[in-house]
């Protein structure tokens, strides 16, 4: 879906560095996700908000950290202490509520160096 | 919390054969069962969904069956074409409070 912008698409990490991963959404949708894709683990979900200035951790939020200030955006970081941090990250999108549909974005493909 | 099983893992099929791919659930208070397609390299899209006062839904070739007393909801295609190769998601949530959860996918692949 074109309303959902994630950037970059590949990224690489250094030892001991935060790297932060854009998501943008112009669909108005209330409610934003952030999941962690690796091989045959199927889709983790990291951190999500339903409002703005207000998010919840998921299953795996260690090691990553959220920010929620405007409605459209809802940048992802990943810190040093996230000792495993190779994968592919999908942002997505609802209307409001998690029984919603939900749109995804091209994902953000991070390496370490 | 809920957990979402789905199986198999991997699925080959003849092209114009049916594929069939099971999610089962724990909570039997969720209510809304999405399906995602997600082609190699791209991002996972929503194929079909329903809710729990559905027994079946259908779209063209593609139909959902809920079985609330078993817990279980499939996924079938029917006529499966080249293009239906990908890997599909399974997901289940409680409420709208409640994320979706995901099924650990499905890799099917069509051989022409």
């Known amino acids: 879906d074109g309303g959902i912008t994630q950037s970059p698409k590949y990224l690489f990490r250094k030892e001991g560095q935060n790297v932060t991963l854009s998501c943008e959404q112009n669909?108005?949708?209330?409610?934003m996700y952030w999941y962690r894709q690796d091989p045959g683990q199927g889709l983790r979900l990291i951190y999500y908000?339903?409002?703005?200035?207000?998010?919840q951790k998921g299953d795996i939020a260690e090691g990553y950290s959220v920010s929620r200030e405007k409605k459209e955006s809802f940048p992802l970081t990943v810190t040093s202490a996230q000792k495993n941090p190779t994968a592919f990250y999908l942002c997505?999108?609802?209307?409001?509520?998690?029984?919603?549909?939900?749109?995804f974005g091209d994902g953000t493909r991070l390496s370490i160096l | 919390g809920e957990n979402v099983e789905q199986h198999p893992s991997t699925l080959s099929v003849q092209e114009g054969d049916s594929a069939v791919i099971k999610c089962t659930y724990s909570?039997?208070?969720?209510?809304?069962f999405p399906w995602y397609k997600q082609e190699l390299g791209k991002r996972p899209q929503l194929i079909i969904d329903?809710?729990?006062?559905?027994g079946e839904k259908k779209d063209q070739r593609i139909a959902v069956t809920l079985n609330k007393t078993a817990k279980h909801f499939s996924l079938h295609i029917t006529e499966t074409q080249p293009e239906d190769s990908a890997v599909y998601f399974c997901?289940?949530?409680?409420?709208?409070?409640?994320?979706?959860?995901f099924g650990k996918g499905t890799r099917l692949s069509v051989i022409a």
């Open positions: 997505a999108s609802s209307r409001g509520q998690s029984n919603q549909p939900q749109h």
């Open positions: 669909l108005n949708h209330d409610a």
């Open positions: 908000s339903q409002i703005v200035n207000d998010f």
């Open positions: 909570d039997s208070a969720s209510n809304y």
């Open positions: 329903i809710r729990s006062n559905v």
């Open positions: 997901a289940a949530t409680l409420s709208g409070n409640t994320p979706l959860v």
